[in-house]
């Protein structure tokens, strides 16, 4: 399973009252069904890191342009967050190269 995991640091938008910083957090995975348990899985790969993220929250797409990962499954988890070290997580504050739906 090629998997990417995406954060993407909203420098447009204010921070929380508390400090944290809103971020776009994007899991991808090549090479899957979508199916619901495919989509359940990437959720709780997702929770590892942000445990707080919950199923009312997180969507779910397939990659219908992109250059690298075409195809692709994708969650997207939309919080305030604190800036920091999230190990095995890309993190930009640039656009993403892919467009989902």
Known sequence: MS???IIRWRKDMARS?????????HLL?????RTIADYQEMA??????FPQAKD???VCG???????VDG????????????GEYP??????????????
């Open 44 to 49: 709780a790969l997702l929770r590892k890191t």
């Open 88 to 101: 095995g997580w890309d993190q930009t504050e640039e656009d993403c190269e892919y467009c989902w739906q």
């Open 62 to 68: 397939n990659v219908r342009m992109s250059a690298t």
């Open 72 to 83: 692709a499954s994708i969650i997207a988890w939309n919080a305030y967050i604190p800036k």
């Open 3 to 5: 998997m990417q995991q």
């Open 29 to 33: 995975v090549c090479y899957n069904q």
């Open 56 to 58: 009312d929250e997180i």
């Open 17 to 25: 009252s508390e400090g944290m910083t809103f971020a776009n957090v």
